[in-house]
């Protein structure tokens, strides 16, 4: 069976350091992948998706990247937090024929 | 994208049936009608999807209209886990760059 895989659980960072989040899907090959935000009491702001290995697609210009470096690691990224950052990240993925899968997500509160 | 317009709240009693409404008057012919639902931090769960028919599975039931332009998601006998926020969402099944979220309906489940 397919799972997927977030860590970590929370995290809390200072404003201008680093972040990274990963994401790890198992059970399937070349699912399309996705990194969402959500705001407090807001609905999901889908920030990249991935089609394969090195392909991202921003949908959101900001502070973030994103990279898929395999075929199922997706990987978010900033070089400096902003506050304005914080929220709650999902990862989740898809293929033709299956419904949307998240992973249980990353609670980010920046300092 | 095609938008989807929901109720912000609604309330039910546990073990009644639940009539979740979902308004899609910009729907495309290929675009599925898919349902999930999220529990308070956490990621969002698939409950189901459609196209034209109605379908049915073991969380729930979706109703869609004939000229497709609203569909409804129903929970069978309401039980207290079915509080979550519930979200319609229109996309093609699987592709990346799809599931646009709006802010859903928040469900509440009275005992």
Redesign the interface.
């Known amino acids: 069976s397919q799972t997927i895989h977030?860590w970590p659980a929370t995290l809390v960072q200072p404003v201008g350091s680093p972040l990274s989040l990963e994401c790890t899907v198992e059970g399937t090959s070349n699912p399309?992948l996705?990194w969402?935000r959500q705001a407090a009491g807001?609905?999901?702001?889908?920030l990249f998706?991935?089609?394969g290995i090195g392909q991202i697609?921003s949908?959101v210009p900001q502070n973030l990247s994103a990279s898929r470096p395999q075929d199922r690691q997706f990987i978010l990224s900033s070089k400096k937090l902003l506050l304005s950052d914080s929220g709650?990240y999902?990862c989740?993925w898809?293929?033709?024929?299956?419904?949307?899968?998240?992973?249980?997500?990353t609670?980010l509160t920046v300092v | 994208d095609a938008k989807t317009t929901q109720p912000n709240s609604m309330e039910s009693n546990e073990e009644e049936p639940v009539h979740l409404p979902c308004n899609h008057s910009t729907i495309s012919g290929t675009d599925y009608i898919h349902w999930y639902r999220q529990l308070p931090s956490q990621g969002p769960e698939y409950v189901i999807h459609g196209l034209t028919s109605n379908v049915n599975n073991r969380m729930a039931s979706l109703a869609i209209a004939e000229d497709r332009k609203s569909s409804t998601l129903i929970l069978h006998r309401a039980t207290l886990r079915d509080a979550a926020v519930y979200y319609c969402i229109l996309g093609l099944e699987g592709s990346a760059r799809q599931l646009t979220f709006g802010s859903g309906t928040q469900l509440t489940v009275l005992p």
């Open positions: 977030q399309n996705y969402y807001r609905g999901l702001q889908l998706y991935s089609v697609s949908e709650f999902l989740a898809s293929r033709q024929g299956y419904g949307y899968t998240f992973g249980s997500g609670r």
